[in-house]
């Protein structure tokens, strides 16, 4: 089977592997979209952290079930998604129902091969039921998922200001969540294009360019002089993420989807004094999962709306930097895998 791996930062190489064969409490999918998220990118760059080459990308992933043991309710040929998030089981972590930040976690496509290839193997623990969903949609329920996670650790009040820092696929998908959760969206970022997504496709009615010099006073306006009660960053850029400790109100939840990999650093008596609460959302749950795919069954978001580009799997090679380009407006784009028999 054909595989498309990153040899190092900046270089991708296709390559033949051999098909996953099915072992002990595993399942075999035949990849059928591949959606390309954040983490795909700063891999590419270099940038990423926990991450080591090769490697072979892509964790956004559906495709069809051909076989699989160790699991009942699930039937071959039916289309899956799957917690690209492979947990121990018995660490501190996983023990207190935090799967997601396990302190042996395997995230697929970043610590072990993703699935920018034809057939991929997973623990059949991870699979998730397509429950009719199309495949463009399926593959993009672990990004939504991304966003949920970090919308349920800031515990939103109805009514409540949350500025979401970044409009990517990840920002767009809190942005979602958090109008599901009841709270009023600020969309925060440096490209004008994309926070015009916003306005036209999220009904988000706040927006603030980042690079704008009043931001401050934006806020302050938006908020009644309150300014946010809850933070989302969502871009995993280092200046960003410190220049928010600005924003917060008193009392406010500061949550840090987005990763990099430097030192973050803030005032301490200007954080002090508004008993700020700074939390990191790593990864999501089987219950964000669950809770998306409902979401999206009742029609609450549609996030095929976000895919701007599209590809087949022989293409990337040569797109894959062009979607690194600001200017090429890339929201999201989804590799599609040939439909070769099973």
């Given at each position: 089977m054909k595989a498309l791996v990153c040899n190092q930062p900046g270089e991708f190489e296709y390559s033949i592997k051999a098909r996953p064969e099915l072992d002990k409490g595993k399942a075999i999918i035949k990849i059928k979209r591949i959606g390309i998220c954040g983490t795909d990118l700063h891999a590419y760059e270099?940038?990423?952290?926990?991450?080591?080459?090769?490697?072979?990308?892509?964790?956004?992933?559906?495709?069809?079930?051909?076989?699989?043991?160790?699991?009942?309710?699930?039937?071959?040929?039916?289309?899956?998604?799957?917690?690209?998030?492979?947990?121990?089981?018995?660490?501190?972590?996983?023990?207190?129902?935090?799967?997601?930040?396990?302190?042996?976690?395997?995230?697929?496509?970043?610590?072990?091969?993703?699935?920018?290839?034809?057939?991929?193997?997973?623990?059949?623990?991870?699979?998730?039921?397509?429950?009719?969903?199309?495949?463009?949609?399926?593959?993009?329920?672990?990004?939504?998922?991304?966003?949920?996670?970090?919308?349920?650790?800031?515990?939103?009040?109805?009514?409540?200001?949350?500025?979401?820092?970044?409009?990517?696929?990840?920002?767009?998908?809190?942005?979602?969540?958090?109008?599901?959760?009841?709270?009023?969206?600020i969309a925060m970022d440096v490209n004008e294009h994309r926070l015009q997504f916003c306005r036209e496709n999220l009904d988000v009615r706040h927006t603030v360019n980042a690079g704008s010099e009043n931001v401050t006073e934006q806020l302050m306006q938006i908020t009644n002089g309150d300014m946010p009660t809850v933070i989302i960053d969502a871009t995993g850029n280092l200046n960003a993420i410190n220049n928010a400790f600005q924003y917060m109100a008193h009392g406010a939840r500061y949550v840090l989807v987005g990763l990099q990999k430097g030192d973050i650093s803030f005032a301490h008596p200007e954080f002090h004094k508004r008993e700020g609460t700074l939390m990191s959302s790593r990864n999501a749950t089987r219950q964000d999962f669950e809770h998306v795919i409902s979401c999206l069954k009742k029609k609450k978001i549609d996030p095929t709306k976000y895919i701007t580009h599209r590809v087949k799997f022989d293409e990337v090679k040569h797109e894959f930097e062009n979607w690194l380009n600001p200017e090429n407006g890339v929201i999201k784009a989804m590799i599609e895998m040939p439909n070769s028999p099973i």
């Open positions: 270099g940038t990423q952290p926990f991450f080591t080459y090769p490697r072979i990308l892509g964790h956004e992933l559906s495709g069809l079930l051909v076989d699989f043991d160790g699991v009942q309710g699930f039937n071959g040929g039916e289309a899956v998604t799957f917690l690209p998030y492979f947990n121990c089981g018995e660490c501190v972590a996983c023990r207190a129902g935090k799967p997601n930040c396990c302190t042996q976690i395997q995230v697929c496509g970043v610590h072990v091969d993703g699935g920018m290839t034809e057939y991929i193997a997973v623990p059949s623990s991870s699979l998730v039921h397509g429950e009719g969903l199309s495949y463009d949609e399926l593959a993009l329920v672990e990004p939504l998922a991304i966003g949920a996670h970090g919308v349920k650790r800031a515990d939103i009040k109805n009514g409540e200001f949350v500025l979401v820092i970044g409009a990517g696929p990840i920002g767009l998908g809190t942005m979602e969540f958090v109008r599901i959760a009841g709270g009023k969206t």
